[in-house]
């Protein structure tokens, strides 16, 4: 079974940068759609980001194309999530996940993916 963990959240002034790392452990996931999600309190887990399983696509919820970009590491299992121009709409528990399923239309809800990791916490201030 993955296990996935998250890091590299903080606190930033808006304008400012982020990178989010997310290391898989128990088994492999080179082979998987992987994508950061985000949850802000109240609000539903929704997507940010995605790369197909050779890295050679990439996808971008419109609130934060051309701010953030995301990437994989298959030497080491990673996938990362490189955040600028951070504004205070980002703040957010950020969330990475392989998609282990594909039954929404889109393919990039929350209910194809898992299992989930504690999350990392991003708060961006004014």
């Known amino acids: 079974q993955v296990q996935l963990t998250e890091s590299g959240g903080g606190l930033v002034q808006a304008g400012g940068s982020l990178r989010l790392s997310c290391s898989a452990s128990g088994s492999s996931v080179s082979s998987y759609v992987m994508a950061w999600f985000r949850q802000a309190p109240g609000n539903e887990r929704e997507f940010v980001a995605g790369?197909?399983?050779?890295?050679?696509?990439?996808y971008y919820a419109n609130s934060v194309k051309g701010r953030f970009t995301i990437s994989r590491d298959y030497a080491n299992s990673a996938v990362y999530l490189q955040m600028d121009n951070l504004k205070p709409e980002d703040t957010a528990v950020y969330y990475c996940a392989p998609r282990t399923t594909l039954r929404s239309l889109t393919g990039w809800s929350a209910a194809d993916f898992g299992p989930w990791g504690q999350g990392t916490q991003v708060t961006v201030s004014t």
């Open positions: 790369v197909s399983w050779d890295g050679g696509s990439k």
